[in-house]
């Protein structure tokens, strides 16, 4: 059995769409849903999936081991980033090399680092007339959208598209392909 933590921050569609993909297979459970946001709704869905969620605090996340420990206890293989919005520090990234992914909504390095999420992102791509944009999945690393990219698919920037159109194509290729790339590296891994 390999066992997936997801950290989100928001809403929690990729997460949730992460743990209805493998809420068949056998071989695959999403343990634990962490978040660092306590009105986030993807503690709703958590619950709705019957995932615990657990929720923390900066000083929680950066200067205990708290979060490390949770993780541990869960035996967690594979931490997937689904909207999470904070730096990971690196001792969580030392204790599981190669094993925290993230999806960026476009195509890195163009608009990733500190401030470029979700319409942010959106709104560049748009406002700089980009012919293409799409999803970059990559390793996680101590600093923001660096980490070796896993995985990209793109898509036509539409000459009428709005942030919205924009990043609800980009949703659709987040949703079909994050846990595809899950699925393979839990197999590979």
């Not at 999803?135 to 690393?141: D, L, M, P």
Request: hydrophobic content about 40%; overall charge neutral.
């Amino acid at each position: 059995m390999k066992n997936i933590a997801i950290f989100a921050s928001g809403n929690g569609t990729n997460a949730e769409r992460i743990a209805k993909y493998f809420a068949e297979n056998p071989n695959v459970s999403v343990r634990i849903i962490l978040t660092n946001n306590p009105k986030a709704f993807v503690i709703e869905r958590a619950k709705k999936l019957n995932i615990p969620a657990f929720v923390f605090d900066k000083d929680t996340f950066f200067k205990t081991d708290e979060v490390l420990q949770v993780l541990l206890n869960k035996k967690t293989d594979l931490v997937v980033l689904a909207g999470f919005m904070w730096l990971v520090p690196g001792y969580l990234i030392q204790a599981y090399p190669g094993k925290i992914i993230n999806i960026h909504p476009a195509l890195l390095p163009k608009y990733g680092g500190k401030g470029m999420y979700g319409h942010h992102v959106h709104e560049a791509v748009l406002k700089n007339r980009e012919k293409t944009s799409g999803i970059t999945i990559h390793y996680v690393n101590e600093k923001y959208d660096e980490g070796q990219i896993i995985l990209q698919k793109e898509i036509p920037v539409l000459e009428n598209d709005t942030p919205d159109t924009l990043a609800s194509r980009i949703h659709e290729l987040e949703y079909e392909y994050y846990p595809r790339v899950i699925e393979e590296l839990l197999k590979n891994g």
